[in-house]
Every structure is written in C-alpha cells, then in structure tokens.
C-alpha cells in the first residue's frame, strides 16, 4: 500500500515537472515551436516519462487548461461572488478575478490561443472546457440585462475581457484596466 502512495506521488511530481518545464519553453519559444524533447530536457526528464503523463502536447495544455479553470472555479468561491450583474461591484470582482489568472498564466492562455489557430480540433475541445465558465457568466447576464441573449453577452464581456488583457496587461496599472473594463462592461449591460 505505501509503495502504491509513493508511486502516486512521484508520478505527480513527474507530471508537476513537466507542466512547469512546458510553461518555461512556451514562454521562451512559443507553444508552436516547442518540441515534447524541448519539455522534457527542460524537466530534466527522459522522453519516455512524457508519455506516461500526456499522449502529446495538446493532451498537456489540456491538463495546464484544466487547472487554469480549476484556479478560475476557485475564485467563484471566494467572499465577493455575486451573481448580480446589476450590481457594479459584481462585475468589478469578476473582471478582477479574471484579470488575476491572466496575469498568473498568460504564458498557457497564450498558448491555448496558438493551438486553437493551427488546430480547429483543439479549438473545439478548448470551447468544451470552457463552456461551464460560459453558462457561468450567462446566468449572471440573464439577471442583469433579461432582454438581452445571456449566452451571447456572457460571450462577449469573456472575449473583451480576454482581448483587453492580451492587448493592455503590462501597459497599464492592473487598477486602471480593471476599473475601465469594469465601467465599460457596467454601463453597456445595464445602459
């Protein structure tokens, strides 16, 4: 039985070394140019311990979305949370919260963005993984603006938030973009 738990623990911490290695390379070469070889050099792993984690690069920016998202859930859980997309306040706490993670992972998001352009596949599973946040938002903007498509809207306060971050994170002081991304989105759902 204890051998079974270090076992468990090592190949966590295989897997851990890799994703951190991953993130190492993506933020020196880019995803695109980054090679499994690349990745596991960095971990100072051999190639054949990739494989017992991930069936290839995808399947490891997967796992980094997954716990990107988990981090994201997280957040929802924190003092703060509200639903109420009426409320200004509200609306700040998400787009600061998303601002926190952007800036903690942008190297993956970065990534994310590169795979989803050369591979509509994993553009589809990336919209899959994200899709509770989505009905997350949705239902928030069917509280605040009920005439309106929640579903569409949640779409675009999540790309305008991304876009802007992508665009302005280390332009502007994080309190000048979350408080205008905030009035922006205030005053555009609820007039």
Do not use: C
């Not at 200004?88 to 998001?109: C, G, K, L, M, N």
């Not at 994200?130 to 579903?151: E, F, N």
Request: proline share 3%; hydrophobic share 45%.
């Amino acid at each position: 039985m204890a051998e079974t738990g270090v076992r468990k623990q090592r190949a966590a911490q295989t897997e851990a070394e890799l994703k951190a290695a991953a993130i190492r390379v993506f933020a020196r070469v880019g995803y695109l140019n980054t090679k499994i070889t690349d990745i596991t050099a960095e971990a100072g792993r051999a190639t054949g311990s990739f494989y017992q984690h991930f069936a290839g690069k995808e399947q490891l920016l997967e796992a980094l979305l997954a716990d990107l998202l988990a981090e994201g859930d997280a957040g929802a859980l924190l003092a703060g949370h509200s639903d109420d997309f009426s409320d200004r306040s509200a609306i700040r706490f998400h787009i600061e919260q998303y601002w926190a993670v952007y800036r903690r992972h942008r190297t993956v998001i970065e990534a994310l963005r590169q795979a989803a352009i050369v591979d509509p596949q994993f553009d589809q599973v990336q919209q899959e993984m994200t899709r509770p946040d989505i009905v997350h938002l949705s239902r928030h903007m069917a509280k605040a603006a009920p005439s309106g498509d929640p579903g569409l809207l949640a779409s675009i306060f999540s790309l305008l938030v991304s876009t802007f971050a992508a665009t302005w994170i280390d332009k502007i002081p994080d309190d000048v973009a979350i408080e205008t991304l905030t009035s922006f989105v205030y005053g555009g759902i609820n007039g």
